[in-house]
């Protein structure tokens, strides 16, 4: 949400940014779990190009595209540490939505990546 509040001017940034209050405030009562499983399931959500490349890869895509992300981004992270990360989230919407916080933080989104072998180093 923040990504998107970003994106929003004027009276509408005011706006975006009442929401995200609100939703940051059903988390801290409910939960993170609940709140990402009620998004995922009244989600209609359409896809950006770069996340529907994501969402095709296979898992070891995925994972070859993480690991050369990293290799970048935060070389210090090991193999396991990528593995274990694709592992918590293999649901689709959860692995969209950590696609998304990389390129936030990153100001890179990790697709850049797909079709890349893993580094012999890692």
Do not use: W
């Not at 969402?55 to 210090?76: Q, R, V």
């Amino acid at each position: 949400m923040k990504v998107v509040c970003n994106k929003v001017t004027g009276s509408q940034k005011q706006d975006c940014e009442g929401e995200r209050n609100m939703m940051n405030l059903g988390v801290s009562m409910a939960g993170c779990q609940f709140f990402q499983d009620s998004q995922a399931e009244a989600c209609d959500c359409q896809l950006t190009e770069a996340e529907q490349k994501v969402d095709s890869l296979s898992t070891e895509e995925k994972l070859a595209m993480l690991i050369a992300f990293y290799a970048k981004h935060n070389p210090d992270k090991t193999e396991d540490q990528v593995k274990s990360l694709l592992d918590k989230f293999k649901k689709r919407a959860g692995f969209i939505e950590m696609m998304r916080e990389l390129e936030s933080k990153y100001d890179e989104h990790p697709v850049v990546y797909a079709g890349s072998t893993a580094p012999k180093e890692l």
